[in-house]
């Protein structure tokens, strides 16, 4: 008897272990700590990524670079990459969302694992019909009204992510 409740003791402490330090071990964050790191930014959208990967588990997203102008992420005038989640009970964000008329207001979390170069996100190398020789493909698709000249194809940008709902028009140009 006295063997079986240790046992029984032993399991449960493993259990709440394991339950109380599971984010600390997964590097992820607990619930609170990432509702404390979302962020405002304000700016506008400039281009859409096409993407090509349906996502899994039900969650998918889209790809977009958008021009903060002010926030809480500090600075102004810089790039940055925004991956948008949802499910197929919130769907993907409507075509008249990348206006870059339109200017946003945006809830987000910063996750620097997706950083990257404005140049990679723009470009896929994919093999031709024959699969012999591979071509560049672009994927990036900068709104009308854009200042090309303003994009630096090797600035890294910093990546957000946005849930639906996290985001609202402040006014329109």
Same mark, same amino acid.
């Given at each position: 008897?006295?063997?079986?409740?240790?046992?029984?003791?032993?399991?449960?402490?493993?259990?709440?272990?394991?339950?109380?330090?599971?984010?600390?071990?997964?590097?992820?964050?607990?619930?609170?700590?990432?509702?404390? *790191?979302?962020?405002? +930014?304000?700016?506008?959208?400039?281009?859409?990524?096409?993407?090509? /990967?349906?996502?899994?588990? @039900? #969650?998918?997203?889209?790809?977009?670079?958008?021009?903060?102008?002010?926030?809480?992420?500090?600075?102004?005038?810089?790039?940055?990459?925004?991956?948008?989640?949802?499910?197929?009970?919130?769907?993907?964000?409507?075509?008249?969302?990348?206006?870059?008329?339109?200017?946003?207001?945006?809830?987000?979390?910063?996750?620097?694992?997706?950083?990257? *170069?404005?140049?990679? +996100?723009?470009?896929?190398?994919?093999?031709?019909?024959?699969?012999? /020789?591979?071509?560049?493909? @672009? #994927?990036?698709?900068?709104?009308?009204?854009?200042?090309?000249?303003?994009?630096?194809?090797?600035?890294?940008?910093?990546?957000?992510?946005?849930?639906?709902?996290?985001?609202?028009?402040?006014?329109?140009?």
């Amino acid at each position: 008897m006295f063997l079986r409740q240790s046992r029984n003791s032993i399991l449960m402490i493993f259990a709440l272990s394991f339950v109380c330090l599971w984010p600390c071990i997964a590097g992820g964050k607990s619930a609170t700590e990432h509702q404390h *790191s979302r962020l405002r +930014l304000d700016g506008r959208i400039i281009a859409s990524v096409i993407t090509f /990967v349906p996502g899994t588990l @039900n #969650l998918k997203w889209q790809v977009f670079v958008f021009q903060v102008e002010s926030g809480e992420a500090g600075g102004h005038g810089y790039l940055s990459k925004v991956e948008y989640e949802y499910t197929d009970a919130d769907g993907p964000l409507k075509d008249a969302f990348f206006d870059y008329a339109k200017y946003y207001q945006l809830i987000v979390s910063r996750d620097s694992s997706c950083d990257e *170069s404005l140049e990679s +996100l723009s470009i896929l190398r994919a093999p031709d019909e024959h699969k012999s /020789v591979f071509r560049d493909r @672009n #994927l990036l698709q900068v709104l009308a009204g854009v200042p090309t000249e303003a994009l630096d194809m090797h600035e890294t940008l910093p990546c957000f992510i946005l849930r639906p709902g996290g985001y609202r028009i402040l006014k329109r140009r």
